[in-house]
T-cell receptor, first 112, second 117 residues
Framework: DARVTQTPRHKVTEMGQEVTMRCQPILGHNTVFWYRQTMMQGLELLAYFRNRAPLDDSGMPKDRFSAEMPDATLATLKIQPSEPRDSAVYFC??????????FGPGTRLTVL | AQTVTQSQPEMSVQEAETVTLSCTYDTSENNYYLFWYKQPPSRQMILVIRQEAYKQQNATENRFSVNFQKAAKSFSLKISDSQLGDTAMYFCAFMRFLNFGNEKLTFGTGTRLTIIP
C-alpha cells in the first residue's frame, strides 16, 4: 500500500530554532508539493518540485524557509529561524502521472 | 489566477440521508481538473473524487458523485446514504491541466460536514 510518509508528525519548538520537516513521496511519482494549512489562510502552496527540480516557491517566505529534494526519495522543508506565526500543519503531497495528488499525514508545528 | 469558493462553511445531515456540498470556481483555463478531498479529524487529506473538465460525464465513486456544470463553473459533491464516517471537512480543489504533469492545487475554504446518528 503505497503512501506518503512525513516526519516528524508533531514538533514543538521555541522561537528562533531551526525546524526541519521530511517527506518521502510515493515511489514513481515525479512531483512533490509542500502545502501549509492554517485556520486563517486555509490550505496554501509553499513550493513544489518536478523530477527534483524546484518549479515554484513563490508561496514561501524566502528569508526563512527553504525547500530541497536531495534525491527522489526525500524532500525537506526547513524553517530558520522559526517564528510563532509559522505554527501550522505542513503537508507534503506526491503527484502521480495521472494528475492526482496524495497527501502525507502532515507535520503539526507549534512555535512558542 | 484561479479561485475556488465554497459558500457553505458548515452542514449537517441525518445518517442515511443524501447531502450536496457546493463549489464554484473561476478560471480562464479551458482544460483543468477538479477534485474533492475529505479531511477527517485525523487531519489526513483523502482524495474522494476527481473530474476532468473535458469530460461531460459526471464522475462517480460508490456513494460519491459530482454535478459538474462547466459553463456555470460549478462542481458540487453529492453523498448518498451518508454514514457516520463521512463526518469531516470537505475541500474542493482546482488544478490546471499541463501536458507534462501534475500542477499545484488551489483549494476552497472547506465545508464542515457532520453526520448525525
Amino acid at each position: 500500500d503505497a503512501r506518503v510518509t512525513q516526519t516528524p508528525r508533531h514538533k514543538v519548538t521555541e522561537m528562533g530554532q531551526e525546524v526541519t520537516m521530511r517527506c518521502q513521496p510515493i515511489l514513481g511519482h515525479n512531483t512533490v508539493f509542500w502545502y501549509r494549512q492554517t485556520m486563517m489562510q486555509g490550505l496554501e502552496l509553499l513550493a513544489y518540485f518536478r523530477n527534483r527540480a524546484p518549479l515554484d516557491d513563490s508561496g514561501m517566505p524566502k528569508d526563512r524557509f527553504s525547500a530541497e529534494m536531495p534525491d527522489a526519495t526525500l524532500a525537506t522543508l526547513k524553517i530558520q529561524p522559526s517564528e510563532p506565526r509559522d505554527s501550522a500543519v505542513y503537508f507534503c503531497a506526491s503527484g502521480s502521472l495521472q494528475n492526482e495528488q496524495f497527501f502525507g499525514p502532515g507535520t503539526r508545528l507549534t512555535v512558542l | 489566477a484561479q479561485t475556488v469558493t465554497q459558500s457553505q462553511p458548515e452542514m449537517s445531515v441525518q445518517e442515511a440521508e443524501t447531502v450536496t456540498l457546493s463549489c464554484t470556481y473561476d478560471t480562464s483555463e479551458n482544460n483543468y481538473y477538479l477534485f474533492w478531498y475529505k479531511q477527517p479529524p485525523s487531519r489526513q487529506m483523502i482524495l474522494v473524487i476527481r473530474q476532468e473538465a473535458y469530460k461531460q460525464q459526471n464522475a462517480t465513486e460508490n456513494r460519491f458523485s459530482v454535478n459538474f456544470q462547466k459553463a456555470a463553473k460549478s462542481f458540487s459533491l453529492k453523498i448518498s446514504d451518508s454514514q457516520l464516517g463521512d463526518t469531516a471537512m470537505y475541500f474542493c480543489a482546482f488544478m490546471r491541466f499541463l501536458n507534462f504533469g501534475n500542477e499545484k492545487l488551489t483549494f476552497g475554504t472547506g465545508t464542515r460536514l457532520t453526520i448525525i446518528p
